[in-house]
Nanobody
Framework: QMQLVESGGGLVQAGGSLRLSCAAS????????MAWFRQAPGKEREFVAA????????YYGDSVKGRFIISRDNAKNTVYLQMSSLKPEDTAVYSC????????????????????WGQGTQVTVSS
């Protein structure tokens, strides 16, 4: 049973930056596609970004493309989300997720497809 623990959230002004981290308990971390999702109050969970097992490919949601960067360090069992040019509408609880299943297309934007989730970290962007 993989455990995921996010950190790095907080309060930041619009235009600022934050880096989120997600540490995994599994030594087989490199076997998982990793992703970040977010959920704002009263809204559905939204796909943010995904990264493949080796870290060579990434995929982003339209709302964060060009502003956020997902990366991973398999030696440290950690996935990161570098967030820049933050906007008030980026305010949400950000959660990382892990997908073990092999797919014809490596990424998946549906939250229900992911096997493990972290508890989430709050990001608040003030205007």
């Amino acid at each position: 049973q993989m455990q995921l623990v996010e950190s790095g959230g907080g309060l930041v002004q619009a235009g600022g930056s934050l880096r989120l981290s997600c540490a995994a308990s599994e030594r087989t971390f490199s076997s998982y596609v990793m992703a970040w999702f977010r959920q704002a109050p009263g809204k559905e969970r939204e796909f943010v970004a995904a990264i493949n097992r080796s870290g060579s490919s990434t995929y982003y949601g339209d709302s964060v493309k060009g502003r956020f960067i997902i990366s991973r360090d398999n030696a440290k069992n950690t996935v990161y989300l570098q967030m820049s040019s933050l906007k008030p509408e980026d305010t949400a609880v950000y959660s990382c997720a892990a997908d073990y299943k092999r797919r014809a297309i490596w990424y998946n934007i549906r939250a229900s497809s992911y096997d493990y989730w972290g508890q989430g970290t709050q990001v608040t962007v003030s205007s």
